[in-house]
C-alpha cells in the first residue's frame, strides 16, 4: 500500500468515523513487531491536520512511541485540540490499539505573520546529489520490511551491525515511487526511515528503539519535486547507558533547510 493511500484512509477515519471507524496498515510497512515508526507518526500528524484550519503552517511535532503497533490489525487515531487561537493550535493524536496507547504525539501549527526579526539559516552541506539509491539491500528477514517504500543513498557513515568508530550518517532519501505532492505527513514519513546511528558501531545484531522524537519545520516557501532527493545528516550528541541522543538536519534539493530532528534512542545490546 503507498503512502498517499494510507494518508487518504486515516483522513477518512477523521473525517467520516461512521464509515471507517479504523484502520490498517499491511505488513509491508513493518519493523519488526511493530509499524515503522515513520509511518504510524505520519498518520498521527494527517489526522492532526485535517482536525484545523488550512491556513496554519506546521512548526513543531512530538511524537513518543508508546508500545507496538500490531500491523494488519485494526487501530483508531484519536485527535484532541487542545488549543486554538488567533495565531496558533496546539492538538493532540493518540493512535490506540487493543484499548492500548500506543503512539503519543503532539503539534503546534502556527500562522505566518509580518516580524521584523529575520534571521537567515546558514547550515550547509556539500554533498553530491546521488545518482542511485546505495543503502542496505533487501535481504529476507534481515532488512525491515518498510525500507522497500524508500531509496536511501549514504555518502559518510556506516552500515548498521559493521563495528564501526563513525556514530553519524551523512546521505539522501526519497520515496522509492514517489507521491502526488510532498507534504508535511510525507516528511515525517520519510525523515525516519535512517537507522539509529549507534547501530554502526555494534558488530552483531541488537534491538534499538525510538523513544521520543521531535521535529522542527521550516517553511522555504517552495514546492518540493516529488521525485526528488532530501539531504540527511545526522550526528550523535551523546550515547551511555542504554541510551543514545541524535540531532538532524534535512535540506531539499535546493540546499534550504527544510527540518530539524532529533531522538532519543534506546539501545538494547
Known amino acids: 500500500m503507498h503512502i498517499d493511500e494510507l494518508l487518504t484512509q486515516v483522513r477518512q477515519h477523521i473525517e467520516s468515523p461512521e464509515q471507517m471507524p479504523t ?41 513518543n512511541f508508546v508500545g507496538p503497533i500490531e500491523p494488519d490489525a485494526p487501530f483508531e487515531v484519536k485527535v484532541e485540540i487542545l488549543r486554538e487561537g488567533k495565531n496558533a493550535s496546539q492538538i493532540l493524536a493518540r493512535i490506540v490499539q487493543n484499548g ?14 509580518k516580524s521584523k526579526v529575520t534571521v537567515a ?13 546505495k543503502f542496505i539491500p533487501q535481504i529476507p528477514k ?3 520490511k ?3 517504500h524508500f531509496e536511501l543513498a549514504i555518502d559518510s557513515g556506516k552500515l548498521p551491525f559493521t563495528g564501526s568508530k563513525d556514530h553519524h550518517i551523512h546521505g539522501w ?37 525510538t523513544m521520543s522524537w521531535n521535529v522542527e519545520f521550516i517553511h522555504p516557501h517552495a514546492e ?17 547507558d542504554g541510551y543514545g541522543h541524535t540531532e538532524a538536519n534535512i ?5 534550504d533547510l527544510i527540518a530539524i530532528s532529533r531522538q532519543a534512542v534506546a539501545i538494547f545490546d
Open 23 to 63: 484502520m490498517l496498515v499491511p505488513k509491508d510497512w513493518s519493523q519488526g513487531r511493530t509499524l515503522y515508526g515513520g509511518v504510524s507518526a505520519a498518520l498521527a500528524y494527517e489526522a492532526m491536520r485535517v482536525s484545523i484550519h488550512a491556513d496554519r503552517l506546521l512548526r513543531s511535532f512530538n511524537c
Open 100 to 113: 492500548n496507547v500506543s503512539l503519543l504525539a503532539q503539534a503546534s501549527f502556527g500562522v505566518p505573520r
Open 121 to 133: 539559516n546558514n547550515d550547509k552541506h556539500t554533498m553530491a546529489l546521488p545518482k542511485k539509491a
Open 142 to 144: 534481515l532488512t525491515p
Open 146 to 148: 518498510f525500507l522497500r
Open 173 to 209: 532519501m526519497r520515496y522509492k515511487k514517489a507521491p502526488a505532492t510532498i507534504t508535511d505527513a510525507h516528511l515525517i514519513g520519510l525523515i525516519d526511515a535512517w537507522p539509529p546511528t549507534v547501530l554502526q558501531m555494534l558488530k552483531w545484531p541488537a534491538p534499538a528503539s
Open 224 to 240: 518540493f519535486k516529488a521525485d526528488g532527493w532530501f539531504a540527511y545528516q545526522v550526528d550523535t550528541r551523546q550515547a551511555a
Open 251 to 255: 535540506w531539499d534539493e535546493n540546499g
